[in-house]
Nanobody
Framework: QVQLVESGGGLVQAGGSLRLSCAASGRTFSNYAMGWFRQAPGKEREFVAAISWSVIATYYADSVKGRFTISRDNAKNTVYLQMKSLTPEDTAVYYC??????????????????WGQGTQVTVSS
């Protein structure tokens, strides 16, 4: 059973930074793409960033491009999301997700089979 455990969320002032971590277990981590999604109150879950199994390719939503960086450490079975220049619009529950099919990447929720419990990020103005 694949398990994903996020950490690193919290309250930060606008312009600040946070780094989210997601520790994975239960299958060969390095064979699968990993992604981050977020859901704000009253809104649908939206794609934030993804990284391929090979680490070569990264993908970002336009709203976070240039501010957020996704990375992974396959030796530690962990994926990270470094967030900088945060704004109140970034306030949401952030979810880590593990790819559905080995060696394939995607930006839609359907491309991911496993989800973490979510970590709250709140940005105050």
């Amino acid at each position: 059973q694949v398990q994903l455990v996020e950490s690193g969320g919290g309250l930060v002032q606008a312009g600040g930074s946070l780094r989210l971590s997601c520790a994975a277990s239960g299958r060969t981590f390095s064979n699968y793409a990993m992604g981050w999604f977020r859901q704000a109150p009253g809104k649908e879950r939206e794609f934030v960033a993804a990284i391929s199994w090979s680490v070569i390719a990264t993908y970002y939503a336009d709203s976070v491009k240039g501010r957020f960086t996704i990375s992974r450490d396959n030796a530690k079975n962990t994926v990270y999301l470094q967030m900088k220049s945060l704004t109140p619009e970034d306030t949401a529950v952030y979810y880590c997700a593990a790819g559905r099919t080995a060696y394939q990447s995607g930006t839609s929720p359907g491309a991911y089979a496993y989800w973490g419990q979510g970590t709250q990020v709140t940005v105050s103005s």
